[in-house]
C-alpha cells in the first residue's frame, strides 16, 4: 500500500501539471512529450536513481551497457520514452477521451497546482531519501546538478515549443483501428527489444539508441500523417489500446502468481470497451463509421 501511495504521488500530480501547464500555456503534443521527458529525469533520476546507479534493480544488464560519465544513457533513453508516452501523453490523451468536454479546459486552480507541485516534491524526497538509504548509492553532485539543469531546459523547450509542432497534418484520419491497433502494438516493442538484442549481440549502445529513436520516429510520422484532427476517435482509441495491450501481457507473465494482476487487466478492457461504444455511437450520429 505504502509503494502504491508513492507511485500515486508520482504519476497523477506528474500528469496533472504537465496537462496544466501546456493548457495555461496554449501548447500542444510536443510540449507534453517534452515535459514527460522532464518529468522522467526528475522520477528516474532524482527520485529513484536509476538513470545513473548500473546496479539499480529495474535496470539489471542494461545499468551498464552504455554507462557513461556516471549516466546509464541506453537505460536512460528507453526508460524517457516511457515516461514520455505511457506516463503522461497517453494518460492525458485518454482522459480527453474519456472527458471530452474538460478537453482544452484547466482542471487546477492556482491554489492546485501548488499543492501538486508539494505533493510531487515530497514524494520526490521521500523515494530519493529511501532509495539512498537502501542501495547507499550517491550519484555526485555534477551528475545531480546537470539533472535538474537538463529538466530546467526541457521545461523551457516546451514553453518555447510551437503547438503545432506534434500535431496532426490532415484533418480527418486515413487510417482505420485495425490499423491503428496494430502500429500502437509496435510502440512498447520498439523501445523495449532494440536496447536487448543489440546489446546481447554486442553492438554499440549509440547504435541502440539510435533504432530506438528512429523507430519512434517513424511511429511519430505514421501518426502525425493518418490519424487526423477531427472525428479521429475510433482510431485514436484503438491506437492507444494497441499501445497498452503489450505492457499488459509483459505484466501478467511477469505477475503470473500476483491474481490482482488480472483486475486490473480487466479494468482496462472494460474501460476501452467503454470508450469504444461511446465514440462509435457518436461517429454514427455525424455520419462517419470508420472500418
Not at 508516452?85 to 482522459?95: D, G
Not at 477521451?97 to 505533493?119: D, E, F, T
Not at 495491450?245 to 501478467?252: D, E, K, R, S, T
Request: glycine residues 10%.
Amino acid at each position: 500500500m505504502f509503494q502504491l501511495l508513492l507511485n500515486a504521488g508520482l504519476y497523477l500530480p506528474g500528469a496533472l501539471l504537465i496537462r496544466e501547464a501546456t493548457i495555461r500555456w496554449k501548447k500542444g503534443w510536443a510540449s507534453i512529450l517534452l515535459l514527460g521527458a522532464a518529468y522522467g529525469i526528475l522520477e528516474e533520476g532524482i527520485a529513484l536513481g536509476t538513470l545513473y546507479d548500473p546496479l539499480a534493480k529495474p535496470v539489471g544488464a542494461l545499468g551498464y551497457y552504455g554507462h557513461w560519465l556516471g549516466v546509464s544513457w541506453v537505460w536512460t533513453a528507453g526508460i524517457l520514452l516511457v515516461h514520455m508516452i505511457y506516463s503522461i501523453a497517453l494518460p492525458i490523451l485518454l482522459l480527453n477521451l474519456a472527458l471530452p468536454r474538460i478537453r482544452g479546459r484547466r482542471l487546477l486552480s492556482l491554489r492546485q497546482v501548488y499543492m501538486s507541485l508539494c505533493v510531487l516534491g515530497v514524494d520526490v524526497m521521500v523515494l530519493f531519501a529511501l532509495v539512498s538509504f537502501s542501495s547507499h548509492f550517491w550519484m555526485g553532485w555534477p551528475v545531480f546538478v546537470g539533472s535538474w539543469l537538463a529538466i530546467a531546459a526541457l521545461v523551457w523547450a516546451a514553453h518555447k515549443a510551437s503547438a503545432d509542432l506534434a500535431g496532426a497534418r490532415s484533418l480527418l484520419p486515413k487510417t482505420g483501428p485495425r490499423t491503428a491497433f496494430l502500429m500502437g502494438l509496435i510502440f512498447f516493442t520498439s523501445i523495449l527489444f532494440p536496447e536487448h538484442l543489440l546489446m546481447g549481440a554486442g553492438v554499440a549502445p549509440v547504435a541502440a539508441i539510435v533504432v530506438m529513436y528512429s523507430l519512434e520516429g517513424l511511429l511519430l510520422a505514421w501518426i502525425l500523417r493518418n490519424i487526423g484532427k477531427a472525428e479521429n476517435e475510433r482510431a485514436t482509441i484503438a491506437l492507444s489500446f494497441g499501445m497498452l495491450v503489450p505492457i499488459a501481457v509483459f505484466g501478467f507473465l511477469a505477475e503470473f502468481n500476483f491474481p490482482m494482476i488480472l483486475l486490473a487487466d480487466l479494468v482496462m478492457v472494460l474501460f476501452f470497451r467503454m470508450l469504444w461504444r461511446r465514440h462509435a455511437s457518436r461517429q454514427k450520429a455525424g455520419g462517419l463509421v470508420m472500418v
